[in-house]
């Protein structure tokens, strides 16, 4: 129904404004669909997550739940008003210290921070983590927001742009410096556009008619009379309207997954019909009203009863509801373990974990001149390409994918989403087609990290030296393949942890249930698996009478062993020297520890420890990346930088490869983005393989440019290049030459000078028992878990984190740091907090992620080993950060408490109830 | 169509509320979350135009906080220790963004079983002013709040102001809320205390609300009457003895039956031992 409209007058960053509109409007709304104001984001509309903070008279507020009545007379402030045509300090301090990462929550980080610092211009951690913890924040782990909400004063003294000096690296220097990241400005200023934040004003809005069973059988009413009789409705579009095939998945030959099901749903929230309408119709309309009958059908959740024989199955041809079965075996390990000096044994669970990045799905899609442009949110635009096509019965290239920016992926923005169904919504009607996810939307039908049951056991010698593991995990895999394949495939590859493990066997299932989709989420089910094998550590270590930190480092790989899969490592082991790098805060963390348990009794420390090593791109698998860059006109370095930056930053670090491989400096770089009309493929933003694979890449182009040029002005490598204006001055001691670009002739990218060079990690397929070459590159880290617990809640006070990662060459350590902390805050969520729960966890007050409360001090210690095969030594990083973070504290709960605590999350009601069933202590 | 009426005076809003049906809206938290996105399909009674609903007044023997009242403000208000626990609940309620908003009396009407606000004011004894056209009656808070999600208020009923009557805002309090995450958290149990210690160091009054432990805050009456007269060195000992029959936890995702009786009996513990003065228990859960 509707509610007619009143005329409301407010003011908006000092402009008066008056509209004529509903009174109960949210104020977010307005900002966005009336005035424009995109900076501020939309993540949940329920106050759970502060993105749309805004100042009404001053003060802090969530934009979703202001009614526009309230506004008559009042002032209200949004990013867009902060910095007046220049840059507020705060923003100045949040470029300065990377706090913005994927900048989807800065807005409303800003706004929060600006409130508190209007009134304390010099606030303590204390003051800006009460201020800010409104706000959630997916990327950054939080510290550098804070840091920077600190130390904004610092920004205020002198005049604009004396005060801003965000000058980049001189040539030469790019690799290895922290400059402020290359899309870094407008992530403060607002001015980013998200998948929501530019759809054309005469689009149709799509609405999503989805499942609200497990599993159900279902048909449609009359949709033609619905579509007629519905005010606002253009169209109805159901699974028979798909020209193409309705199939898709991100590994080709297991795609099995429906843009819209077909006569039944596998999963809650899987997608049947799509309601195009006009934007005036699309909040008025209620889709319980949509002409839909469902017949509830049983429902597997859990891997047991999938597998149970009456059990039906999900997909034909996948007897006993088992997608993908992975199995690495080496040596004897069932003789190992019988022989064993010590053995230990154990079994750990997990659960479904949400990416929780704070911006839903969104994009628009059109048709232009015969093509289908999509402009959405992803981390993989050319397998959206691909996907999006199939679907719609299109050739590839009549589909053109333009990446907005991505407001967090972590995983899931890999899949297709709503590509498709915006896709045909514009294909069909031949008007724009705009939709964004509401929260539950995007909850309920994007995928999950794979709930994991796990048993292990590791058996050693009297010396502490691991002569065998046996590994099984049973991962449930959801309704659809998606990722399932690479998790079943990647954790026997990593389950023995960075260790040298001579007799070996590992198997892993990908099972089906009527659960969410299981995907990628950071880390491939190599965070679950860890998860057992490092609290395993612990108890072996116990046994053994070892320190847990000498075990890890006795049983590390080295340089010149050979991994479970029989891969000799030659060169770039970089386990023993993280290791190592942590042994001096290890004493501290024990003696602190042991010092307060002296003192204390109801609340007892622990410290714990873990390690990960990770593969660097797709397992065995082609994995290519080709960059594109070359000199325009007018004088400047163009990188075609398809590798989707995500807040992970890869904009800023393969331009840093590419200046230093070019010699020339990072701030004659341009940047060209992901466009897939315009930019080679770069692979998808995953598997930590961008700044390893994709920088690879720029670099090699990077080379091949730089050698053009000096083929052309007959110099030799060791010349320089210098550029000014569009003149490119190329010079050898005496002898200068000076090349006019704006004199010479541009290809079609508007080149005058280009190289495009591709390349492919080399690895090798794996046997029957798992043995090859997974992958080219590895990369290492190890963390200590320092915390409390106390006795009588069961709950976790974290005090520290120390981490030490081996990223053989950091191209910019102060993004690596974000990573580093970044990643480190989903490892807590996971340990202590997190739990999705079809049907029941769809929103962020049920779903908990960390707040900037729940992330402690996090100590980075960067280590270097290079590695041959990387770009300047790098290896990849975004997901080895989150790794050792839920086994650490898992470990150090068991410190404190002698307790091991096996399902994670941990959270104050398992603790206490383990603590209980261990008795007394 | 639907109606919106944003009334300037409360005859105004009586007489609307007396004549249909409507759905009464102030700060609007809980309501936009509810709606999620569903068209509108009640009419609104927006009360943010009866600015004599709004701040903390002393009348009549009673501490009277208007129905509007912002928990922002509350925290800010000059009120006495007996408050504390309410100050301190007022600092949880939802982040600093709800906090500036959200009002006092619909963290009541909204029973929600983990309502921040109901354990400090059942222990300060508040009651509820409720008025109609046709009158005005208060009703103590504990028989206001039937059940999750259920209220005595009449459809033509507005919800004014929470009384505390003075001779409840007595002694000291102190407010436990105890949650998975630091910021933004719907509770697993709360508990809000507040006694009255005599010179003696014994407890001459004493009061304890627990929430998220039952449908609806409930105050422990037999707890209370055991602490009564009792030395504060003794309250550990007495909460373990106390059955705590009043409360009835369920299992959900935020922690298990059994988990919240064993937990809240030892915020109970903190939160009157942080009330007595035990300043070790200044930094709870």
């Not at chain 1, 669909?33 to 949940?44: P, S």
């Not at chain 1, 290492?780 to 106390?790: F, P, T």
């Not at chain 1, 974000?818 to 049907?839: C, N, R, S, V």
């Amino acid at each position: 129904m509707k509610t007619e409209r009143a005329p409301i007058s407010f003011n908006v960053n000092g402009a008066p404004v008056a509209l004529s509109i509903a009174p109960m409007r949210r104020l977010s709304s307005v900002l966005r669909d009336d005035l424009g104001l995109t900076g501020t984001k939309v993540g949940c509309d329920a106050g759970d997550c502060g993105a749309c903070t805004v100042l009404l008279e001053g003060d802090p507020v969530c934009a979703c739940l202001v009614p526009a009545s309230a506004l008559e007379g009042c002032a209200v402030r949004t990013v867009e008003g902060l910095g007046n045509g220049s840059l507020s300090a705060l923003q100045a301090s949040f470029l300065a210290h990377g706090a913005a990462q994927c900048g989807i929550c800065t807005p409303g980080m800003l706004m929060a921070a600006t409130a508190l610092l209007e009134c304390n211009p010099r606030p303590n951690e204390a003051a800006v983590q009460d201020a800010i913890g409104g706000v959630l924040c997916r990327c950054t782990g939080y510290h550098k927001i804070i840091e920077a909400v600190m130390e904004a004063h610092r920004y205020l003294e002198g005049e604009p742009p004396s005060r801003f000096d965000f000058r980049l690296p001189a040539s030469g220097n790019a690799v290895g410096a922290s400059p402020v990241r290359l899309d870094g400005l407008p992530k403060v200023t607002g001015a980013e556009k998200f998948g929501a934040d530019s759809f054309p004003k005469e689009s149709l809005s799509v609405l999503v008619v989805r499942s609200p069973h497990h599993r159900a059988a279902f048909s449609f009413g009359d949709l033609k009379a619905y579509a007629a009789n519905t005010p606002g409705v253009a169209a109805v579009f159901t699974a028979d309207d798909i020209p193409g095939v309705n199939r898709f998945g991100v590994i080709p030959p297991f795609a099995d997954q429906p843009a819209l099901a077909e006569h039944e749903t596998r999963f809650r929230g899987e997608a049947v019909a799509l309601v195009a309408c006009e934007g005036w119709a699309a909040t008025q309309l209620d889709l319980a009203d949509f002409p839909v009958a469902w017949q509830p059908l049983s429902a597997a959740l859990e891997p047991e009863a999938a597998q149970a024989e009456q059990a039906a199955l999900l997909h034909a041809g996948r007897p006993g509801n088992i997608l993908v079965r992975g199995f690495v075996e080496r040596g004897e390990p069932d003789r190992a373990l019988e022989q064993a000096a010590c053995v230990v044994t154990g079994h750990c669970d997990t659960a479904y974990v949400e990416h929780a990045y704070v911006e839903p799905e969104a994009g628009y899609a059109f048709v232009e001149h015969g093509i289908l442009t999509i402009v959405a949110c992803t981390q993989a635009p050319h397998m959206d390409l691909e996907d999006t096509a199939a679907i719609l019965g299109l050739a590839p290239d009549k589909v053109r994918i333009v990446p907005a920016a991505t407001g967090g992926g972590f995983g899931s923005k890999i899949d297709i989403s709503l590509q498709p169904l915006i896709g045909l919504v514009a294909l069909k009607t031949g008007r724009p087609a705009a939709l964004a996810y509401t929260r539950a939307e995007s909850m309920m039908s994007t995928t999950k990290r794979h709930p994991a049951a796990m048993t292990a056991s590791i058996a050693a010698d009297a010396d502490g030296r691991v002569v065998a593991m046996v590994f099984d995990g049973a991962f449930n895999t959801g309704a659809y393949a998606s990722f399932g394949p690479t998790v079943a495939n990647r954790v026997p590859v990593h389950a023995s942890g960075p260790y040298l493990t001579p007799n070996y066997r590992a198997t892993a299932r990908a099972i089906h249930t009527n659960g969410p989709v299981s995907g990628a989420f950071r880390g491939f089910g190599v965070p679950q698996a860890t998860l057992m094998q490092e609290t395993l550590f612990d108890e072996l270590a116990e046994r053994l009478g070892i320190d847990r930190l000498q075990l890890r480092l006795r049983n590390a790989l080295r340089n010149g062993n050979e991994t479970v899969t029989g891969q000799r490592l030659e060169a770039g082991v970089g386990i023993g020297a993280c290791l190592e790098a942590l042994s001096p805060p290890w004493a501290r963390a024990l003696a602190d520890a042991e010092a307060h348990n002296a003192r204390a009794s109801g609340v007892r420390r622990g410290v714990g420890i873990a390690s990960c090593w990770y593969g660097c791109g797709n397992t065995s698998l082609p994995n290519p990346s080709t960059i594109k860059l070359g000199l325009s006109r007018q004088g400047k370095v163009v990188l075609h930088q398809g590798a989707v930056d995500i807040g992970q930053g890869s904009n800023t670090v393969i331009a840093q490869i590419a200046a230093d491989a070019l010699g020339l400096p990072l701030g004659d770089i341009v940047l060209r983005s992901a466009d897939t009309a315009i930019t080679p493929d770069a692979g998808k933003t995953s598997a930590s393989r961008q700044t390893y694979v994709s920088g690879k890449a720029a670099e090699k182009a990077a080379r091949t440019l730089r050698d053009n040029i000096l083929r052309f002005a007959n110099a030799s490598p060791a010349a320089q290049f210098h550029l000014e204006s569009s003149v490119l001055t190329v010079w050898e001691g005496e002898v200068r030459r000076h090349i006019e670009l704006d004199r010479m002739a541009e290809d079609g990218d508007g080149l005058v000078f280009s190289a495009e060079e591709s390349y492919d990690p080399p690895t090798a397929p794996l046997d029957a028992k798992g043995q090859g070459t997974p992958y080219a590159v590895y990369g290492y880290g190890a963390q200590i878990a320092e915390l409390e617990v106390d006795l009588k809640l069961g709950t976790v006070r974290l005090l520290k984190i120390t981490a030490a990662h081996d990223v053989g060459k950091a191209i910019n350590p102060l993004l690596a740091a974000g990573q580093i902390e970044g990643g480190i805050a989903q490892g807590i969520g996971m340990a202590l907090m997190e739990e999705y729960i079809p049907g029941r966890t769809e929103n962020l007050h049920d779903y908990l992620i960390p707040t900037a409360g729940d992330v402690p001090p996090i100590e980075t210690i960067l280590v270097e080993v290079p590695d041959p095969e990387g770009p300047f030594g790098a290896k990849g990083l975004g997901e080895h950060v989150l790794i050792p973070t839920a086994p650490a504290i898992l470990n150090a709960i068991r410190h404190a408490t002698g307790v091991s605590v096996r399902k994670v999350p941990a959270t104050p009601s398992r603790i206490l109830a383990a603590l209980a069933e261990a008795g007394p202590a | 169509m639907t109606r919106y009426a944003r009334p300037k005076t409360l005859d105004e809003a009586l007489s609307l509320l007396g004549e249909g049906h409507w759905r009464v809206v102030a700060g609007a938290t809980d309501f936009y979350p509810s709606l999620g996105n569903r068209p509108l399909t009640e009419d609104i009674l927006d009360i943010n135009g009866l600015t004599g609903l709004r701040g903390i007044a002393r009348t009549g023997g009673h501490f009277v906080i208007g129905a509007r009242t912002s928990w922002t403000e509350i925290q800010h208000a000059d009120l006495p220790p007996a408050f504390d626990a309410l100050k301190q609940a007022a600092r949880e309620v939802g982040a600093i963004q709800i906090q500036n908003v959200a009002s006092i009396a619909g963290n009541i009407c909204n029973a929600s079983p983990a309502a921040d606000g109901v354990p400090p004011l059942l222990a300060l004894d508040a009651e509820v002013e409720l008025s109609a056209r046709s009158g005005v009656r208060v009703l103590p808070l504990r028989e206001f709040v039937l059940g999750n999600r259920k209220t005595a208020l009449r459809r033509d009923e507005l919800l004014t102001a929470i009384l505390i009557p003075e001779r409840a805002a007595r002694g000291n309090s102190a407010f436990i809320k105890l949650g998975a995450r630091r910021y933004l958290v719907i509770s697993i149990a709360m508990a809000a205390t507040r006694i009255v210690v005599d010179a003696d160091g014994r407890m001459a009054e004493a009061s304890v609300a627990v929430g998220s432990c039952s449908a609806v805050a409930r105050r422990l009456a037999g707890l209370e009457q055991a602490l009564t007269g009792q030395h504060t060195a003794a309250i550990a000992a007495l909460v373990a003895a106390s059955a705590l029959d009043e409360l009835s936890p369920i299992d959900d995702v935020r922690g298990t039956a059994a988990y919240r009786l064993q937990a809240v009996r030892e915020i109970v513990v903190r939160a009157l031992q942080t009330a007595a003065g035990d300043p070790q228990r200044r930094a709870a859960a």
